[in-house]
């Protein structure tokens, strides 16, 4: 049986706590604020160290998703689930019965998504027991969003930055060549840019591989490769002050969420006149097309168009940045903070 707990959190609408120990997990949502709409954000399931750890994540990304569904335009909040269990030992079906049902209390406050360790197949067992879940039986994958959203950053930020309309003959390097990694190479590939790739996974590379023609380096290098654009698309936190001072490019644009480690680092590149396309503007791809699978029928095209608007999102942040010599996430930030001004009232 579910045991729920409200916690109560500055600045946040809603944060609350299911337990169930017959079971053995534990899950928080966390409504950060849902003055454009209900909460949108993924169930991302992890075997945290400590509760203390698993909320930390959960403040942290809910809040970050009103953040990316403001500034993408989206008529959604930002929340965010995590649940701490270990999947290697639980019945999946029954947590994601259980979770269905933490979901449903909600009312709608808050809609959940597959993210990092839950699935579309997951999904359609939360499906069961809610009707609060985007995704089921629509676009499925929502990382050819991502991919073409992170393409269309590119070219605001070359647009912006070299006065260039065409991406053929510019050189990009990807550091990750996964679901989002390996897509953005072929849609560049496919404009003539030449690609240098690195990943930790020698099957990723071989796949692409299979696609098109690319160089590749050591993960570890490729901070090093001189090139027009650096494109991180696998963990966060790889823009710091250890390899800000190496690269060696005149645009940062990816899909990794988080990319910088510190605030500082943003000033880094800043000061380095690296054109840095803020993450959550660049990467809003997977989750404009998530949006368009709530209540409605879902239109692929009409998904595309929208991520497409993520070039003169860019475009305009970029102008702002330049404008008052402030660094483009600090603009980012200034605009997504325009869109969500007042808490919505309690249903
Ligand atoms: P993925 O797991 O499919 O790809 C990541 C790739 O990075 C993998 O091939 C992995 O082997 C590689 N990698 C890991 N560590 C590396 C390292 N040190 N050096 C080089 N390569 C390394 O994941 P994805 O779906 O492509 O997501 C990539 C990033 O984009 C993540 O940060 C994710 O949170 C973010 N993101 C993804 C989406 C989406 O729609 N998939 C949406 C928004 C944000």
Redesign the pocket.
């Known amino acids: 049986m579910n045991r729920y707990s409200r916690l109560y959190i500055d600045g946040y609408e809603d944060v609350v706590r299911c337990d169930n120990s017959q079971l053995g997990f534990s899950a928080w949502i966390a409504v950060h604020n849902c003055w454009r709409g209900p909460a949108l954000g993924g169930c991302r399931v992890w075997n945290y160290r400590s509760d203390d750890e698993a909320l930390t994540d959960v403040l942290r990304l809910g809040k970050g998703m009103t953040y990316k569904n403001a500034l993408a335009g989206l008529p959604l909040g930002g929340g965010k689930m995590v649940v701490r269990a270990n999947l290697a030992a639980i019945d999946r079906t029954a947590l994601f019965t259980e979770i269905g049902r933490f979901v449903d209390t909600l009312s709608g406050r808050y809609i959940t998504a597959e993210d990092?360790n839950s699935s579309v197949v997951d999904m359609a067992v939360v499906q069961q027991q809610t009707r609060h879940v985007a995704t089921v039986g629509a676009s499925g994958n929502?990382?050819p969003?991502?991919a073409y959203g992170v393409y269309c950053a590119i070219k605001a930020g070359i647009a912006h930055k070299l006065k260039r309309e065409r991406l053929s003959g510019l050189t990009v390097a990807i550091?990750?060549?996964?679901?989002?990694?390996g897509r953005l190479a072929e849609l560049l590939a496919g404009d003539g840019c030449r690609i240098i790739a690195?990943?930790?996974?020698e099957n990723?590379l071989q796949k692409l591989g299979e696609k098109i023609v690319f160089d590749r380096v050591a993960?570890e290098s490729?901070y090093d490769v001189p090139c027009d654009i650096f494109s991180p698309?696998?963990?966060?936190a790889t823009l710091n002050r250890r390899t800000i001072p190496r690269l060696l490019c005149q645009l940062v644009a990816g899909?990794?969420?988080n990319q910088l480690e510190t605030p500082e680092d943003g000033l880094l590149l800043h000061r380095r006149s690296i054109l840095y396309a803020p993450d959550y503007a660049a990467?809003a791809?997977?989750v404009i097309n998530i949006s368009c699978e709530i209540g409605q029928h879902y239109d692929a095209a009409k998904a595309k168009t929208l991520t497409a608007g993520i070039e003169n999102t860019l475009l305009h942040i970029f102008a702002l940045s330049a404008q008052r010599e402030l660094p483009p996430e600090e603009i980012a930030d200034q605009l997504a903070e325009e869109g969500f001004s007042a808490p919505c009232s309690a249903s």
């Open positions: 990092v929502p990382s969003f991502t550091q990750g060549a996964g679901e989002t990694g690195a990943d930790i996974n990723n993960p490729i698309c696998a963990l966060g899909s990794a969420n990467n791809g997977g």
